[in-house]
């Protein structure tokens, strides 16, 4: 594709996922703090509430592949991604509203009805996400260019995320005041939380163009291919381990963060200026990352991030709740760091399309880049587990005064948020380090011997 096309998909694509992430931002990270301090439930429905939505996640998860391969072998005059995009939009949105609808149930019964909501809004967010971030191989085969989408992509995913971040907890209190209750308050962001979605969402599928060619559907894919496809393509399966372990500890710390401002810090309002300082820290990591990538390699990005990222933790930790300069300070390592693995995970995983095609002869767009969304999931369901685990364990859950929390309860929730992570990102770079080998010189000699065979296939074919 020319340059003005490129420039074109980039934002078209990018812009796309601003109101998603804000939305899946409500369900990923407050709606656990909904469920403990709006909804004020027992620790016994809590407990059922945890174990569902691990269960849920994780099975969503490992069905992630199973959506890929139905992407990959959709046939349609619009392409194979955007119908699923349009119609996971659609299904997300009804089942976002549904969380926070008053059904006016108690107990098991809302456990049940909690649980099937749960279920059919992460399916419908898989069909969504999936065909989104696998259009992204097909735009370009360039490493620099999949790098300015990557970049552009996930620079509007995070202003969409710390959007909701920073204000959440400003504009509920608002909208408390004008509905009665922080339920209302709730019920009301997501359904403003839903139009955005949708609207941002038609930018990506009416603006980006794409070259339909290349998503010809020459052989179904079967199950036992899809299998194939995830353990034989050894790097696709040890950077999913790996970023699946950085995932779990990195979403942990940031599911824990009213917690912390509410009860170790003292006042859950600094939450949104801790918010706001990471914004800028991994927005402006995003942004500057096509421009360090041109001076280093992937693999010293990489091990620099982690190094800030330990570093932050330990500060963090050691830091007085009497001051926001030492927390500030971990913040922005934290973020500036996370920032730049989450754009090289999304290059990882887009380059293991291309070693797949090489390896098998046979590109699986969807089902291999459905790796990186299970990774986000399995992340997120042992995040989960984490905190609920954590908040009921620490008596935070049946607290119903800040005061009421021990200082034992307090140094748990403190050693879950930043103890527990620290150890899992530390194993995660162990695992890159001693397993994934596609540097940008085997990349360039993948991309090579890939044009050389598919060329040789079209002379045979002429012949």
């Not at 948020?417 to 085997?442: A, G, N, Q, T, W």
């Amino acid at each position: 594709m020319n340059e003005k096309i490129n420039k074109r998909n980039r934002l078209m694509f990018g812009i796309g996922t601003v109101g998603r992430d804000m939305l899946y931002t409500l369900i990923s990270m407050f709606l656990m703090f909904y469920l403990t301090d709006v909804l004020d439930l027992s620790d016994r429905i809590m407990a059922y509430i945890t174990m569902m939505m691990v269960f849920v996640r994780v099975f969503d998860a490992f069905n992630d592949p199973f959506m890929g391969m139905i992407v990959d072998n959709t046939k349609s005059k619009w392409g194979k991604f955007k119908p699923w995009i349009l119609i996971g939009a659609l299904l997300t949105s009804i089942f976002t509203i549904l969380f926070f609808y008053d059904f006016k149930v108690e107990g098991l019964a809302f456990v049940v009805i909690f649980t099937v909501n749960y279920l059919l809004w992460e399916i419908s967010y898989t069909a969504n996400d999936i065909a989104y971030w696998s259009m992204l191989p097909s735009l370009s085969k360039d490493q620099k260019e999949r790098e300015k989408i990557g970049a552009v992509a996930r620079i509007c995913a995070n202003l969409g995320m710390f959007t909701l971040v920073v204000g959440i907890t400003g504009f509920t209190q608002f909208l408390a005041e004008k509905t009665g209750s922080m339920q209302q308050a709730y019920f009301y962001l997501s359904i403003i939380l839903v139009i955005l979605m949708l609207f941002f969402q038609m930018f990506t599928v009416f603006g980006v163009k794409e070259d339909l060619e290349n998503q010809v559907v020459e052989e179904q894919t079967t199950v036992k291919e899809l299998f194939q496809i995830i353990i034989k393509n050894d790097q696709l399966l040890w950077i999913s381990i790996s970023m699946s372990i950085f995932m779990t500890g990195y979403i942990t710390t940031t599911s824990f963060g009213q917690y912390y401002f509410k009860y170790i810090y003292g006042d859950i309002n600094m939450y949104s200026v801790f918010a706001a300082i990471l914004a800028v820290s991994q927005i402006t990591a995003l942004a500057i990352f096509p421009l360090v990538s041109k001076y280093f390699k992937r693999n010293t990005i990489f091990t620099a991030s982690i190094g800030l990222m330990v570093l932050g933790y330990i500060i963090f930790f050691l830091s007085p709740t009497t001051t926001m300069l030492g927390i500030g300070i971990a913040g922005v390592l934290l973020f500036v760091g996370q920032g730049a693995i989450q754009l090289l995970m999304l290059m990882f995983i887009s380059d293991s399309v291309e070693y797949g095609e090489w390896k098998f002869h046979k590109r699986n767009d969807s089902v291999t880049v459905s790796l990186q969304p299970f990774i986000n999931k399995l992340g997120n369901a042992l995040a989960s587990g984490i905190v609920g685990a954590t908040v009921i364990a620490a008596g935070i859950n049946e607290s119903t005064d800040v005061s009421q929390v021990t200082q034992q309860g307090l140094d748990l929730l403190k050693s879950s948020m930043l103890i527990v992570p620290l150890i899992l990102v530390v194993i995660s770079y162990l695992i890159y380090r001693k397993f994934y080998r596609i540097d940008e010189v085997f990349y360039k000699q993948i991309i090579s011997e890939n044009k050389a065979r598919i060329k040789e296939f079209k002379h045979e074919q002429k012949n």
